[in-house]
């Protein structure tokens, strides 16, 4: 089966946050607080697909609770942190929502999330991925972590689909001017 005759039974997401979500950098404050960079076209990519009614995991073994309230804000709600085993966490996700791993596309970077990319439907991976993970994926975008590669295989997804498009992608409400 084609890469893209995959995508048409995708229903959730998968994401690692550094190195997928993040440009990998994190800067430290002198509080000891850690600041990471996300890209604004990943984030109208989630929110659109979460409108759309795709689910979405997000499994890091970080520590940071600040990516948790970006996260949210977009509508993601299955977020893990400090996870050691990423296959544990995929399988419980895909049991509360009543999924197979064929059915989602899992987006990693490092050698962490091999165990995932060998059994979930699609395994994608950003420009800067280290080897292991390119090898072993489906599909290698052409944009870097951080850099778009969220919304490059979000925006795939819901083209095949026919989802991509959306009437009102502020998703706020339409005022009618007075006559």
């Not at 778009?148 to 706020?172: A, F, H, M, T």
Request: charged fraction near 25%; glycine fraction near 8%; charge should be negative.
């Amino acid at each position: 089966m084609s890469f893209l005759s995959k995508l048409k039974d995708i229903k959730a997401f998968v994401l690692d946050i550094d190195g997928v979500l993040t440009d990998s950098t994190i800067l430290i404050t002198e509080t000891g607080e850690q600041l990471r960079r996300f890209n604004v076209k990943d984030g109208y990519a989630l929110q659109l697909a979460v409108k759309k009614g795709y689910f979405f995991c997000v499994i890091s073994g970080g520590k940071s609770h600040t990516v948790v309230s970006r996260l949210n804000g977009l509508g993601i709600t299955d977020v893990y942190l400090k996870v050691d085993k990423k296959l544990d966490v995929f399988h419980d996700f895909l049991n509360k929502h009543q999924l197979s791993a064929d059915q989602a596309v899992y987006m990693g970077d490092d050698i962490p999330d091999l165990p995932v990319m060998k059994v979930v439907g699609i395994a994608a991976c950003p420009a800067d991925a280290v080897e292991e993970v390119k090898a072993a994926s489906s599909y290698i975008s052409s944009k870097g972590g951080g850099e778009g590669c969220v919304r490059d295989v979000i925006e795939k997804v819901l083209k095949v689909q026919g989802k991509w498009y959306d009437s009102n992608p502020s998703g706020q409400e339409e005022l009618i001017p007075s006559l």
